[in-house]
């Protein structure tokens, strides 16, 4: 389930120190678009964000009419097993997987591909659900922090740092390498 309210304090903080420099920004699962709003006002970048859920992607947009950052976000539906045929290779400064992991299939594939479509340098954040928090309610899988750093190192990504936003969350931190 993407965020569907404002980041709290200490993700903000987190965002403006980890995303603060980049210039376009990719929000996988972005919802109604309530992350691309805080990113775009606050931080002053572009976000394109892609979702399955088309009534989230319209009134995400509709929410960037109205506050006038026309050509600052983009939502669109899309199927992240897809994402390399929407987006060009290096497009992409950081990428955001906030609270969707879990929803997404064939996960060494889509890493492959956002890998693809990052920039060099680029970052990947994962914010997920630990593999132990609550009841499990739907089918979605957990995923543990090492299950996630194993799936970033497969797919070609350096591990960074893990982040401890909220005691029930992993936000992990992995960058593509290569000659910039």
């Known amino acids: 389930m993407p965020i569907t309210k404002a980041p709290s304090l200490l993700m903000k903080k987190f965002l ?22 805080y990113l775009i006002s606050s931080l002053n970048c572009r976000v394109d964000g892609v979702d399955l859920d ?6 995400a947009n509709e929410k960037f009419r109205k506050r006038t950052v026309k050509g600052l976000a983009l939502c669109r539906f899309c199927d992240s097993k897809n994402i390399d045929e929407q987006f060009k290779n290096e497009t992409f400064d950081a990428v955001l997987i906030i609270h969707a992991l ?3 299939a064939d996960l060494s594939s889509i890493l492959s ?13 994962i914010e997920e659900y630990r593999h132990n928090f609550g009841e499990k309610l739907d089918n979605c899988p957990r995923f543990s922090s090492n299950k996630i750093k ?7 990504f350096r591990y960074l740092r893990d982040h401890k936003i909220h005691e029930n ?12």
């Open 16 to 37: 403006k120190n980890e995303i603060g420099n980049s210039k376009r920004v990719l929000d996988i699962g972005c919802g109604d678009g309530v992350m691309a709003l």
């Open 102 to 104: 879990h929803h997404l």
């Open 150 to 156: 194993s799936m970033l190192n497969t797919a070609g």
């Open 169 to 180: 969350f992993i936000m992990i931190t992995a960058v593509k390498g290569g000659i910039k």
């Open 54 to 59: 088309k009534g989230k992607i319209r009134r």
């Open 113 to 125: 591909k956002i890998k693809y479509i990052l920039k060099v340098g680029g970052k990947i954040f």
